[in-house]
């Protein structure tokens, strides 16, 4: 239903008896109050939950003028509310794809190529070679090529010998301090890369 407001009412929104009105792009819209007819399932208690911290955590990244100066940067290129660009930031993990090691021979200046996905791109790229035997090898930040491209470089610090059994771990972290890691699984299938 559209509405066509007094001046002095125009921008309203909230509810009102039966009615929600809602004001966005400009204009307000009319529409009836939900009516709820059962108890919320915990699946939707945890959803409710999960949206009331990511508005928390919204309000107190867009207080520190560093953090909403990022937000609104991107908010601004995608034409999205700054608020809602900061939740959704909240709300949505960062996922590592498989990594590319072709260039990678266990020596020291191999590139190790990363492809991270996020809503907004990822803050931190987080990489950590292990031995078979679990002696950490080396372990250090990934390089972004290029501001929000998703594409990360870890270059080696150490040499591992051919014929050696390694673990490759990568953990993403977005700008909401969400991490998701991912084991490299390729040729033993039990995490373990040989180099050959």
Same mark, same amino acid.
């Not at 009102?16 to 915990?42: A, I, N």
């Not at 498989?98 to 996905?117: E, F, H, M, T």
């Given at each position: 239903?559209?509405?066509?407001?007094?001046? +002095?009412?125009?921008?309203?929104?909230?509810g009102?008896?039966?009615?929600? &009105?809602?004001? *966005?792009?400009? #204009?307000? &819209?009319?529409?009836?109050?939900?009516? *709820?007819?059962?108890?919320?399932?915990?699946t939707? =208690?945890?959803?409710? !939950?999960?949206? *009331? !911290?990511?508005?928390?955590?919204? #309000?107190?990244?867009?207080?520190?003028?560093?953090?909403?100066?990022?937000? !609104?940067?991107?908010?601004?290129?995608?034409?999205?509310?700054?608020?809602?660009?900061?939740?959704?930031?909240?709300?949505?993990q960062?996922?590592?794809?498989?990594?590319?090691?072709?260039?990678? #021979?266990?020596?020291?200046?191999?590139?190790?190529?990363?492809?991270?996905?996020d809503? %907004?791109?990822l803050?931190?790229?987080?990489?950590? =070679?292990?031995?078979?035997?679990?002696?950490? %090898?080396?372990? +250090? #930040?990934?390089?972004?090529? +290029?501001v929000?491209?998703?594409?990360?470089?870890?270059?080696?610090?150490?040499?591992?010998? =051919?014929?050696?059994? %390694?673990?490759?771990?990568?953990? +993403?972290?977005?700008?909401?301090?969400?991490?998701?890691?991912? &084991?490299?699984?390729?040729?033993?299938?039990?995490?373990?890369?040989?180099?050959?």
């Open positions: 239903m559209k509405v066509i407001l007094q001046s +002095g009412l125009r921008g309203l929104s909230g009102m008896q039966d009615w929600v &009105y809602q004001y *966005r792009d400009g #204009k307000t &819209y009319l529409g009836p109050k939900p009516r *709820r007819t059962r108890e919320p399932s915990q939707e =208690l945890n959803q409710r !939950e999960r949206f *009331r !911290e990511a508005a928390l955590y919204a #309000k107190s990244a867009l207080a520190d003028p560093a953090t909403r100066e990022f937000y !609104e940067t991107v908010a601004a290129e995608r034409g999205t509310p700054v608020f809602a660009l900061a939740v959704g930031d909240f709300l949505n960062p996922s590592i794809k498989p990594l590319d090691l072709s260039n990678y #021979k266990g020596q020291v200046g191999d590139p190790i190529l990363i492809r991270a996905v809503d %907004i791109g803050a931190d790229v987080e990489v950590e =070679l292990t031995a078979s035997n679990g002696t950490q %090898i080396e372990k +250090g #930040k990934a390089v972004e090529n +290029g929000r491209t998703g594409r990360w470089t870890y270059t080696a610090t150490a040499p591992v010998a =051919l014929g050696s059994d %390694i673990f490759i771990k990568v953990v +993403g972290v977005d700008h909401a301090g969400d991490r998701n890691a991912n &084991y490299r699984k390729p040729h033993c299938g039990d995490g373990r890369l040989r180099l050959t």
